[in-house]
């Protein structure tokens, strides 16, 4: 806040832009309301300062950061307190509000269906090597991310603890330890919550090319061709 009065002094500078709202994102995958509270609290002291300095702020924009449960003991976000703090932000100060709530809307609408490529064992743990890794989704190899992974069909039965990897040269390429029964090579894994950062931070790396992806409604339909190995070779 200390640094608004040098914010007003520089905008008060332009003569051709006019200060219409406030913008603000405070991170990501955030799981409780009390963040996004103190944030509009924040919010409110600027809308005051810029107002008393002669700003109609109409507009703010609170951000994203809204969470999901990529963990299955983890609780989905309560919006009860955030929906009813905007409710009084947007009428006690009449402003628009607008959010950008990216991954809560498409990250549990997405999977990556993969399939068991190779069996074996290290340090006493047997090991899954699936045919999708880093390059279809980099989030556990950047920040130790997790993303749930169950057998596509349920199987009954014992399950025992599995290190899931990728099919990559890098250390890096893993998804984790989970609790999956005794599976085939050949058989089918979904890995949840792949709608947000996967394709979008997907690569080419060791000449794997983009996969294809489908979209599930009332139908099954591709909607992104598997990348042609022409296209991958091509800026070679
Ligand atoms: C300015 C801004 N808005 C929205 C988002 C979306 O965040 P998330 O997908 O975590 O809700 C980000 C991501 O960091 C961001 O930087």
């Not at 809308?47 to 300095?53: E, G, L, Y």
């Not at 991310?145 to 899931?164: D, M, Q, S, T």
Request: aromatic share 10%.
């Amino acid at each position: 806040m200390q640094e608004l009065s040098d914010v007003i002094k520089n905008i008060k500078r332009f003569r051709y832009t006019e200060l219409v709202g406030i913008h603000c994102h405070i991170g990501s995958q955030i799981l409780s309301p009390e963040p996004f509270i103190n944030a509009s609290k924040k919010v409110i002291e600027a809308i005051q300062i810029f107002r008393k300095n002669g700003f109609g702020i109409s507009a703010i924009n609170l951000g994203g950061g809204f969470g999901i449960p990529y963990e299955p003991i983890e609780k989905p976000l309560n919006f009860k307190p955030i929906i009813d703090c905007y409710k009084k932000l947007k009428d006690k100060y009449n402003v628009e509000i607008f959010l950008e709530p990216g991954r809560f809307f498409v990250a549990n609408a997405g999977y990556i269906l993969t399939r068991v490529i190779d069996k074996k064992q290290r340090n006493h743990l047997p090991i899954y090597m699936i045919d999708a890794g880093m390059t279809e989704n980099p989030r556990p190899a950047l920040y130790n991310a997790y993303h749930h992974i169950e057998p596509l069909f349920e199987i009954n039965g014992r399950r025992f603890k599995i290190r899931v990897t990728g099919p990559l040269c890098e250390n890096a390429d893993e998804f984790g330890v989970f609790n999956l029964p005794e599976l085939n090579i050949g058989d089918y894994l979904l890995i949840h919550n792949s709608g947000a950062y996967t394709r979008t931070m997907a690569s080419t790396y060791n000449g794997r090319p983009l996969c294809a992806e489908y979209l599930i409604d009332s139908r099954l339909r591709l909607i992104r061709k598997k990348q042609p190995l022409r296209r991958l070779i091509e800026d070679e």
